[in-house]
């Protein structure tokens, strides 16, 4: 079971006459990976500083990640 849990296709890739199935966990490290070299590049360019990075992701967690108490109560 734990197999095919990890074998979730989440997309299939056609590049020619071949097809390729692409994971969940493949996605999700592939996205990580361009998301950290896109940062490196960023910061080594001085487009950003870490310090604003790190600040814009807690922004972007407070808005997103929000407790269930602090959701608007529904009437």
Known sequence: MTEEKD???ALRVIIGDK???V???EL???N???QEALVRLL???KVLKPEELVSEIEQVRKERYRSPGDLPQSK
Request: with cysteine; net charge positive; charged share 45%.
């Open 32 to 34: 990580n990976l361009a």
């Open 7 to 9: 074998r979730r296709v």
């Open 23 to 25: 994971t969940f966990d």
């Open 43 to 45: 910061v080594r360019k």
């Open 28 to 30: 999700c490290l592939s």
């Open 19 to 21: 097809e390729r199935e």
